[in-house]
């Protein structure tokens, strides 16, 4: 007895049941001649197929489906009984990024479960669009925190000074660490005056993480005044969180940071190194050419090259300046 209305179907979903993979991803080619909208049922479960080749193939395939059409059963995907099934709805859904499919991801925010309101989330944010605005900053006191963290990532996308008072609460006070460090990495596009303290506070954050996420912001947003800061956390605990303090007083250019980086030079982390030594280069000081020599003897090539690249950019500095001998 035939399952579905169109014949076609049928014969696809016999063949998606194939033990030959090769055989299933012609299937999933064929689904889009179908005008059903039971293929996108069919596409759904193609989507968790074991052969990477075939979810691909599925993957590509979405295109050619009206985004209204898959809206509804991605979404219905989401609470199905097989976890491999649900993950490939929840991808599936954060990939359309089809305007259109804003009303219907809105309305499934009245879901309970709370994968599928972070899936629903997650395609959200991919969307930017300012009606967004009111549902992500209503989740961000979720239980959940796979919740919370999409609502950041929804207010993060959007870009809009108006959700830095949201942001910063978060940066500094949920009790989740990831939730934390997204928060903090979202206050990257604001003005650097309106989140420098908050980034700077994050750099004291117990997670090694969140840590490394505020330095990355003062480094990107070129916060001066965070000097002092970015010195101490070359003494941080974790390698990582050192080595972007280090790459971070390069970016400043930061004299004041080339005792620190000195410091760094004698880490046993090589990549460590390396980015203390790159840092050097970028200030191009004749302060930090003793530290630069000192690494030309490193163990590891990759320093010695760097050394030699440092070494060039602060006698070009110097010779640019009329220091140069």
Known sequence: MSKYNDPLLDSIA??????????????????????????VELLIAAL?????SVRL??????????????????VGALTADDENVRNAAASALADLKDSSAAPALIEALKEDDPFVLAAILRALKQLRIPQTRPHAISFLSHEDAGVRREA????????????????????????????????????????????AASLAAAVTDENWMVRMEGIKGLGRLQITQAVDTLIKATDDERWQVREKAAEA????????????LGA????????????????LG????????????????????????????????????????????
């Open 264 to 279: 760094c030079i004698q880490d046993p982390i090589s990549n460590l190194r390396k980015t203390a030594i790159a840092a």
């Open 152 to 195: 950041v990532g929804v207010l993060g996308y959007l870009q809009d000074v108006d959700n830095l008072p949201q942001l910063i609460s978060v940066a500094g006070k949920d009790a989740d660490a990831e939730v934390r460090r997204t928060a903090v990495g979202a206050l990257v596009y604001a003005p650097p005056a309106m989140v």
């Open 48 to 52: 968790s197929d074991e052969d990477e």
């Open 14 to 39: 016999e063949r998606l049941k194939d033990g030959d993979a090769g055989i299933r991803r012609v299937a999933v080619m064929e689904l889009v001649d179908s005008p059903e909208a039971e293929a």
């Open 282 to 325: 970028e200030i191009a000081h004749s302060d930090g050419l003793p530290f630069v020599e000192q690494a030309m003897n490193d163990n590891d090539p990759d320093v010695r090259k760097l050394a030699r690249w440092s070494r060039d950019r602060i006698a070009a500095a110097e010779s640019a300046s009329g220091t140069g001998h």
């Open 57 to 74: 193939e599925a993957a590509r395939v979405i295109d050619e489906f009206d985004p209204r059409e898959m809206m509804g059963a991605l």
């Open 249 to 260: 007083i390069g970016k400043l250019g930061a004299v004041d940071g080339i005792s620190a």
